[in-house]
């Protein structure tokens, strides 16, 4: 059922719930603003379940200083007046509808933009390393690879590749959350594929449960033999948790007067004097300070 179906059974439901008293014309427009509320009344009791009568309008009628009995005789009378229709009330309402809609999409999206900006803007970099080339058992070491972790994403990324030198059958990467009674959660395998250049990336989530991450890269499926692999561009990178990371922007950008209520207000620079341009450091572009008490630490 559309919109405009919607809010003339509404109309239909309000006159099937009025009694005959003395009788008042509503206004269009504010028949208008009567739909439009009822509307959302009856969205909410259908998806509560609430509705266990047809008196939940009469609280709208009151705000507005009308009765059931003038909501009847309002739309009753509408097929005795020609200038005037009852789906143009409906129309009026359903553009108060959607102006709202509008509104609070625009809202909305503000507030997920801010947490976008807050979560880009407080990513940081725990671990890198540029280059790994692994031509003997010995260099193996390097590929063992643990972080401590606090509640957050990390996301693991690298570029490799295990040329025709390698010996082995099959390599794997193994990567898990230890968690703090030394349990493994969040394990992920992966086979790593030979003779081309490849991507891998894998995302993990940690909570107040973990403790640290583990990436064991080139596990051997068998006995191990003589490897060659190269790694480059290992790195992974922390975001906190979404709230964490817009406390964090808020407090380094306090000072900043987009997020002042002084701007947001009257559009002005909050101290008075004259707005920075945008090659004016504003503090956006330099490198965010740890949200959180907890900074995660690396261990090669």
Not at 126 to 147: E, F, G, H, N, Q
Not at 209 to 236: E, K, N, W
Not at 264 to 287: H, V, Y
Request: with cysteine; hydrophobic share 35%.
């Amino acid at each position: 059922m559309n919109l405009r179906s919607k809010i003339t059974v509404i109309a239909l439901l309000m006159l099937a719930a009025a009694g005959c008293k003395r009788h008042t014309i509503i206004p269009d427009d504010e028949l208008a603003r009567i739909f439009h509320d009822a509307f959302l009344v009856n969205a909410y009791v259908d998806h509560e379940a609430k509705r266990d009568s047809l008196n939940v309008y009469e609280p709208i009628f009151e705000r507005y200083g009308y009765t059931t009995a003038d909501v009847q005789y309002t739309i009753g009378n509408f097929s005795k007046r020609k200038s005037a229709r009852l789906g143009d009330v409906v129309e009026q309402a359903i553009v108060l509808l959607e102006a709202e809609g509008k509104y609070y999409d625009r809202e909305v999206a503000i507030l997920d933009t801010i947490d976008r900006v807050a979560e880009r803007t407080q990513t940081r970099r725990v671990y890198s390393d540029s280059l790994i080339r692994v031509r003997s058992l010995k260099d193996t070491a390097r590929l063992r690879i643990a972080v401590d972790v606090v509640p957050g994403s990390y996301v693991v990324e690298m570029n490799y590749k295990v040329d025709s030198l390698d010996r082995n059958n099959r390599l794997q990467n193994k990567l898990w959350l230890e968690k703090q009674d030394s349990s493994r959660s969040s394990i992920v395998s992966a086979t790593m594929w030979r003779n081309n250049d490849e991507h891998f990336k894998r995302n993990f989530k940690a909570d107040s449960s973990h403790r640290r991450l583990h990436v064991d890269l080139g596990c051997f499926d068998g006995t191990p033999r003589q490897p060659s692999i190269t790694i480059t561009d290992l790195r992974i990178d922390y975001t906190p948790e979404t709230s964490a990371a817009v406390d964090a922007l808020y407090d380094e950008q306090l000072n900043i007067r987009i997020f002042a209520d002084e701007f947001l207000l009257n559009g002005k620079d909050p101290k008075g004097g004259k707005e920075k341009s945008e090659d004016e450091g504003s503090g956006m572009g330099t490198t965010p300070k740890p949200a959180g008490s907890a900074m995660p630490s690396s261990e090669k």
